[in-house]
């Protein structure tokens, strides 16, 4: 089979099955959780990424762009020398697709770093909001609400307004003040 191609075609052919082989196993690492981020390669290794401060997280040489820009340039390569395009155009053609999936992959991952979102629950973010006393809210002393925060529903440590009122279990509150524990009054 691979007796009938030329050095250039191995060499095509050997970029094309490294890079992708070594693509694929990242993108299903990625993927399923155990390829962690993909870092990109720094100038203070001596390797160049592109952008300015504010596209910081847009990294176009990382591992995961390597891979993608020899698998594109062996594949576009050796289709260019199989029909008799020469091997500058193989070569120039080859490395155009590469650094055009570089770019792709870049921005894809890029575009995915927007996605995700902190999801803390803040207690400043529960002022206003209604909820019910948990552990009971003896006069001056700490007890727990719970509340409805961002459509989740979270204890939080409170003490009651009235340092005089007794909230108990069950009782419906709102949050009329956030700090290192939630202020509570009887709702009614």
């Known amino acids: 089979m691979f007796a009938d191609l030329s050095g250039m075609e191995m060499f095509f052919m050997f970029c094309a099955v490294v890079g992708g082989g070594v693509f694929i196993l990242r993108s ?33 040489v990382s591992v995961h762009g390597l891979t993608a820009f020899f698998l594109m340039f062996g594949l576009v390569g050796f289709m260019i020398l199989r029909s008799d395009g020469g091997t500058l155009a193989a070569v120039a053609l080859g490395a155009l697709a590469g650094l055009a999936t570089m770019f792709i992959i870049a921005k894809l991952f890029s575009s995915s770093r927007k996605l995700q979102s902190d999801g803390t629950i803040y207690p400043g973010e529960a002022v206003g909001t209604l909820g019910t006393v948990y552990l009971e809210i003896r006069p001056g002393q700490i007890g727990k609400v719970q509340i409805n925060v961002k459509g989740a529903s979270k204890i939080f440590d409170a003490r009651a307004s009235d340092a005089t009122a007794k909230l108990s279990t069950g009782d419906p509150v709102k949050v009329v003040e956030a700090g290192d524990m939630l202020i509570v009054e009887k709702a009614n």
């Open 28 to 60: 299903v690492l990625i993927f399923t959780g155990l390829g962690g981020d993909d870092m990109a390669l720094d100038a203070d290794a001596g390797d160049v990424d592109i952008g300015d401060d504010s596209a910081a997280d847009f990294k176009m």
